[in-house]
């Protein structure tokens, strides 16, 4: 996700590095918030949300979301991603439950159940970690989480086409 931490307790305006420094289509999807667009790419329609904005029933980014869904046509794009900076799933003790209340309001996703055509969420975080490197787990290995590690690096997902994409972890 590209909000890197970046609000600062003495600003006035939140966001103010990240509004300058990262210029997205946001009106092409017609989002009133660069924190929160839409993008299609190739076999993809891509979907930014923000963790720290409202995200409540009638909140602008909620409406927003509710009218891009419709438009991700499966038949074009077979591959649909959303990201968001707040992992809904999370068993780190630093960031435990951060997300809970936007994947609450956003998901029917339950725990402990197993569907085959369900969503697939990948979560990764540590590119400017100013709390450093974590082993610090509330739970070791969760029921929801196939594998975790604490490492620095990056990841990429290449989509090959409209039933095979590859994620690759690359450590530093």
């Known amino acids: 996700m590209t909000e890197f931490h970046v609000i600062f307790q003495e600003e006035y305006t939140p966001f103010t590095p990240y509004m300058h ?14 924190l ?10 891509i979907i930014v949300l923000s963790s720290y904005s409202a995200y409540g029933k009638y909140t602008p980014q909620y409406k927003w ?14 591959w649909l991603i959303i990201l968001v900076h707040s992992p ?25 159940v197993k569907d085959a ?6 979560t990764i975080g540590d590119g400017g970690n100013i709390e450093g490197m974590t082993d610090s ?12 590690e604490a490492s620095f690096g990056h990841a990429s997902l290449e989509i090959k086409n409209r039933t095979h994409a590859y994620y690759t972890w690359h450590r530093n």
């Open 21 to 34: 420094r990262y210029h997205v289509p946001y009106r092409a999807s017609q989002s009133t918030s660069p």
């Open 36 to 45: 929160w667009y839409s993008i299609k790419r190739a076999s993809a329609y």
């Open 65 to 78: 979301l509710k009218q891009q869904l419709p438009k991700v046509n499966r038949a074009e794009t077979a």
């Open 88 to 112: 809904w799933y999370n068993s780190n003790n630093y960031h435990f439950m951060e997300g809970e209340s936007m994947r609450e309001r956003m998901s029917n996703v339950q725990y402990n």
């Open 117 to 122: 055509s369900a969503p697939i969420y990948i």
């Open 137 to 148: 787990f509330i739970y070791r290995q969760p029921s929801y989480s196939t594998y975790h």
